[in-house]
């Protein structure tokens, strides 16, 4: 079962605008985290932000957590071709070792 | 430098044969876990462990099976390969509750 979904589905923007990224999710959880996935390879991470976090960032990396509507933001600031990927939010729900991913979306940058 | 290996790139097979996929981490986790990853589908967990000789089913388990005899690897056994079983494989470890680490993936194919 899918617990994350995220929102939209496909963005494309100019390189130097933000980009946002949504993510729903339907249980309590412990953390929520964000991936990478560069075309046909592996996933990397780029961040977590735990339950009782609101705020977290990470460089160029803005992400928020509302846990009473469930639901996640990712905001890259200042985007270049190179963010071009696919972005994935995962969630652990609580009492689980299990990592569910979402659907991802995919961010396209044009130079 | 922390890694996750995957034994094959590109892996392709006729449809019955027994199928190995191998999964190595160098960074003592306990946890390891096995994703397949489709077009539209995102990330489906098949397997996971949290300890040597302990398994837990994903969210698909059907038609897999999994061997941890050691810490550092976890085998993705396909006793049977079918067609439907053509896809990208991720294998992942992490410590507890903490951000996964993904190994290259295998792209497999059954003909």
């Known amino acids: 079962s899918q617990q994350g979904e995220e929102d939209p589905q496909a963005l494309s923007i100019q390189e130097g605008e933000n980009a946002t990224m949504n993510c729903s999710y339907k249980?309590?959880?412990?953390?929520l985290q964000w991936y990478r996935q560069n075309s046909g390879r592996g996933l990397v991470h780029l961040i977590l932000i735990r339950s009782n976090e609101r705020e977290k960032h990470s460089g160029r990396l803005r992400v928020t957590l509302d846990t009473s509507k469930k639901s996640s933001s990712l905001l890259i600031t200042a985007s270049r071709a190179a963010d071009t990927a696919s972005y994935f939010c995962a969630t652990d729900a609580r009492g689980s070792e299990k990592l569910v991913f979402g659907k991802g979306m995919k961010l396209t940058v044009n130079p | 430098d922390v890694k996750v290996t995957q034994s094959s790139r590109y892996l392709v097979k006729r449809t019955g044969e027994k199928v190995f996929l191998e999964c190595v981490q160098d960074?003592?986790?306990?946890?390891m876990f096995w994703y397949r990853q489709d077009p539209g589908l995102g990330l489906r967990l098949i397997y996971f462990s949290y300890d040597v000789k302990m398994k837990e089913k994903g969210d698909i388990p059907e038609g897999y099976s999994v061997s941890r005899e050691k810490k550092e690897r976890f085998s993705l056994i396909l006793e049977s390969a079918s067609t439907n079983q053509t896809s990208m494989y991720l294998c992942?470890?992490?410590?507890?509750?903490?951000?996964?680490?993904f190994g290259p993936g295998t792209r497999l194919t059954v003909l």
């Open positions: 960074m003592d986790h306990e946890n």
């Open positions: 992942a470890s992490s410590t507890l509750r903490t951000r996964l680490f």
């Open positions: 249980t309590s959880i412990n953390n």
